[in-house]
């Protein structure tokens, strides 16, 4: 992966080059970030165009208070959770969106269907609330440190610490009692 500080050099110098580099360096990250968040492809796909819009959009905006790669996990998390919202308000509760997101999950080829535990820690992590399942898939699957996920949330690293355990107990527990 090529250096940050050089995508941004890139970026000022010759926009549309520097955004072509962007994408080959974070697109393939982003957009698994994201589907594990929305579950569908198409959804995933809508959503990281958006992402990337913005990114392009405001790159010149962009501060250097945080990495580069924490501050497009920012964006992606703003319109996981702008889409998410959105289908709540589409649907009658919270509830309806998780079984819509479980029945999309078993529609996709997302899960390997022969491995009975992996589809139910995939739904078991579509149960979280919102905020635990963001936490644990940053950490778990993207491995970012706490103060990145921390810098992406705008929280205490001790809160996420907390988020993360809980997000880890519940999936537990769902495995095994379901």
Same mark, same amino acid.
Request: proline share 2%.
């Given at each position: ?31 698994? +970030?994201?589907?594990?968040?929305? *579950?569908?492809?198409?959804? @995933?796909?809508?959503? /990281?165009? &958006?992402?990337?819009?913005? #990114? %392009? ?55 390997? +269907?022969?491995?009975?535990?992996? *589809?139910?820690?995939?739904? @078991?992590?579509?149960? /979280?609330? &919102?905020?635990?399942?963001? #936490? %644990? ?42």
């Amino acid at each position: 992966m090529i250096d940050e500080h050089k995508i941004r050099e890139i970026c000022s110098s010759d926009p549309e080059k520097g955004f072509r580099i962007l994408m080959e360096n974070f697109q393939e990250p982003i957009y698994y +970030y994201i589907r594990r968040m929305v *579950v569908s492809h198409e959804d @995933a796909e809508d959503i /990281l165009q &958006e992402v990337f819009i913005r #990114v %392009f959009r405001h790159l010149d905006s962009f501060r250097n208070e945080s990495s580069l790669s924490t501050w497009i996990y920012r964006i992606a998390t703003n319109e996981c959770i702008r889409f998410l919202n959105t289908r709540r308000e589409e649907v009658v509760s919270a509830e309806e969106v998780q079984e819509d997101l479980i029945a999309k999950l078993k529609a996709s080829d997302y899960v390997d +269907y022969e491995n009975e535990l992996a *589809v139910r820690f995939q739904e @078991a992590i579509l149960n /979280l609330p &919102e905020k635990q399942k963001i #936490v %644990f898939n940053l950490r778990y699957y993207d491995e970012l440190e706490y103060t990145e996920i921390a810098q992406i949330l705008d929280c205490t690293v001790e809160t996420l610490k907390v988020n993360y355990h809980y997000a880890k107990e519940k999936i537990k527990e769902y495995i095994l009692n379901g």
